[in-house]
């Protein structure tokens, strides 16, 4: 698989439900980030977590990183209508320059 | 301040002409990157530069892609004689000395 790559591809649930998207990558890496992009979109930047850090929050995010597995995985809790886009995660590797890899992204659908 | 500005939003080519792309960092932001994202996929990064200086340009096509990031102005991704195979949405990207880059909401280029 390719750097960064997510798993699933797509994803449905109801609204008030959990959604989990998961992510692998590579190389090591310097940080690992996701971001949202609604359709026909700009990017917008979720949540950073540093190779160091297994565990951030942000509001309904809970993002978790295992380096030995070289994985991550993004969590939303109480899921609404409006989370409903498609989120990739993206690895800022060692010793790269900082440009960013990105997964071919999970496809997330909430339904109301 | 204002986030990352692309224009124009959207951009139609016909083969063989030329396409322009203009990005305006963040205030502040010295690090500007390139991406291209082919529909239902993820972003491919293309390019890295910062002010007057390609830094990684290991993304781009060798023929007819060029950027730059004059002094003064907007960085400018120029594509020459462009093919049906340009069309796609291109990003772009600034980033402080942070590891979290910002996006702009795209150029899309459709060539007919």
């Known amino acids: 698989s390719q750097q960064g790559e997510e798993d699933p591809q797509a994803l449905s649930i109801q609204e008030g439900e959990n959604a989990t998207m998961n992510c692998s990558y590579k190389?090591?890496?310097?940080?690992l980030q996701w971001y949202r992009q609604n359709s026909g979109r700009g990017l917008v930047h979720l949540i950073l977590i540093r190779s160091n850090e297994r565990e951030k929050h942000s509001g309904r995010l809970r993002v978790t990183l295992d380096t030995s597995k070289k994985s991550s995985s993004l969590l939303i809790t109480a899921s609404r209508a409006a989370d409903t886009a498609s989120y990739f995660c993206?690895?800022?590797?060692?010793?790269?320059?900082?440009?960013?890899?990105f997964g071919s992204g999970t496809q997330l659908t909430v339904l109301p | 301040n204002a986030g990352v500005m692309q224009n124009p939003r959207h951009l139609v080519r016909r083969r063989g002409q030329e396409a322009r792309l203009r990005c305006s960092p963040m205030?502040?932001?010295?690090?500007v990157y390139w991406y291209r994202q082919l529909p239902e996929e993820g972003l491919k990064f293309m390019v890295y530069l910062q002010k007057e200086n390609i830094i990684d340009e290991s993304g781009m096509p060798k023929e007819r892609f060029s950027a730059e990031f004059p002094k003064e102005g907007p960085s400018i991704l120029r594509i020459q004689q462009v093919v049906r195979g340009d069309s796609a949405a291109y990003f772009c990207a600034s980033s402080p000395r942070q590891p979290e880059a910002f996006f702009g909401q795209g150029t899309r280029l459709t060539v007919v």
């Open positions: 993206a690895t800022d590797a060692a010793g790269s320059a900082r440009q960013l890899t």
């Open positions: 190389t090591s890496i310097n940080n």
């Open positions: 205030k502040g932001h010295s690090h």
